[in-house]
């Protein structure tokens, strides 16, 4: 009998370890998989496209004829995150908002685009958006 006993205190033990030990794991298990999903985004630009098939180019500016490509009659919508910081979206020079953003609407084709934290430029150049796409962003704060 002296061997049942210690069978029916090592199960509810050992139950108790692995549940801990998973529980205790699951945050490790995030962090790791944040950090990885922030050197995923190495830019030297700071900004990074997660999604929407938009194309990125650092410290460029839209010309005047690129303008006049814009389309305003089927906008796309863009979101913001910032990693390590904080920071202001403006779209063609014009303000749309503070991180964390989602679905600001901004003309398909190319745009000059800044996210400033105060006066420090973090990221400049020109997003190419789809029209009618959805584009996710995320600035690394340097």
């Not at 190495?42 to 900004?47: G, Q």
């Not at 650092?58 to 005047?64: I, R």
Request: aromatic residues 4%.
């Amino acid at each position: 009998m002296p061997s049942r006993n210690k069978f029916l205190v090592l199960v509810p033990s050992l139950s108790l370890f692995i549940g801990l030990g998973t529980y205790a794991g699951t945050p490790a298990i995030a962090a790791n998989h944040a950090a990885a999903m922030a050197m995923a985004c190495d830019d030297p630009s700071n900004l990074c496209v997660d999604s929407g098939g938009a194309k990125w180019e650092a410290d460029k500016t839209v010309t005047a004829k690129d303008k006049k490509k814009r389309s305003e009659k089927s906008p796309a919508t863009v979101s913001l995150a910032i990693d390590g910081g904080r920071g202001s979206l403006f779209v063609n020079g014009r303000y749309a908002g503070t991180a964390p953003l989602s679905g600001v609407p901004v003309p398909g084709g190319r745009n000059d685009v800044q996210v400033r934290d105060g006066a420090t430029v973090i990221a400049k150049g020109v997003l190419t958006v789809p029209k009618g796409g959805s584009v996710s962003l995320t600035v690394r704060h340097p």
